[in-house]
């Protein structure tokens, strides 16, 4: 019988990367100096703030950042939403079998939901809650790959046989963007109290953006401070 596991962290880990302050700069400024805005001894920091703060979003598209994602497939789902200036590669059920890895909430994860639709409130719940939710998923996701197991044995078709599975089985994708499109996804995946426009994401693509936006800070930490400075909205 095969061994099935339990996560309750998301991976993400920066494979390739073109992206640096400067880049915005030499952008912004072929405008209007063309070869000659390529001097390395203009400042950078204050033209970076202002086409932020006029959302002159164009600048900020020439970078790239390439990552590789592990999260369970209800993360990956809305994720995908996520089109413009995204281009993704996931791993295929079709042609690969899946691991029997699978999401359980970590304790003290939000579980008892009130409010109204966009405008919902979260809070901890109460033992026995979290005891049921945290015991069906480990027993259902366990009896789901169990039959899944039993129909490749029997020959079943990969593309057939995961029909069993559940939402919380680990997935792994690639997910290559640029800045600007990077920042537009964590305006609405991040939940923070200097927004201009409040989000109320799920907890765990939360977990996957928090990690995102480290190496943004990371490689372009001009822009990076510019889009928290302005409210956290994507030029």
């Known amino acids: 019988m095969t061994e099935v596991t339990f996560r309750s962290d998301m991976y993400v880990d920066l494979m390739k990367s073109d992206a640096k302050d400067f880049d915005v700069a030499y952008a912004a400024r072929v405008s209007t100096l063309g070869a000659d805005g390529l001097d390395l001894n203009k400042p950078v920091e204050p033209l970076i703030n202002y086409l932020m703060r006029d959302r002159h979003g164009s600048p900020f598209e020439h970078n790239s950042f390439t990552f590789y994602i592990e999260a369970p497939i209800f993360v990956a789902r809305e994720f995908f939403r996520h089109r413009a200036g995204w281009s993704y590669n996931e791993e295929s059920g079709r042609y690969k079998e899946m691991a029997p890895t699978f999401y359980v909430p970590a304790d003290g994860r939000p579980l008892r939901q009130t409010g109204k639709p966009g405008a919902y409130e979260f809070s901890l719940g109460t033992y026995k809650q979290f005891m049921a939710v945290s015991g069906d998923l480990r027993r259902i996701s366990t009896e789901?790959?169990?039959?899944?197991?039993?129909?490749?044995?029997?020959?079943?078709?990969?593309?057939?046989a995961r029909m069993v599975l559940p939402v919380n089985i680990y997935t792994s994708f690639y997910a290559?963007?640029?800045?600007?499109?990077?920042?537009?996804?964590?305006?609405?995946r991040t939940k923070r109290e200097n927004a201009r426009f409040p989000s109320g994401p799920q907890l765990e693509i939360q977990m996957v953006a928090d990690q995102m936006e480290n190496h943004l800070r990371d490689l372009m930490p001009y822009t990076a401070a510019a889009f928290d400075k302005h409210g956290r909205v994507a030029p």
């Not at 169990?146 to 079943?156: A, G, I, P, Q, S």
């Not at 290559?176 to 609405?188: E, Q």
């Open 144 to 160: 789901a790959y169990t039959t899944y197991k039993r129909l490749l044995d029997l020959e079943v078709a990969r593309e057939v």
């Open 176 to 188: 290559t963007c640029n800045a600007r499109s990077l920042m537009h996804f964590l305006s609405l």
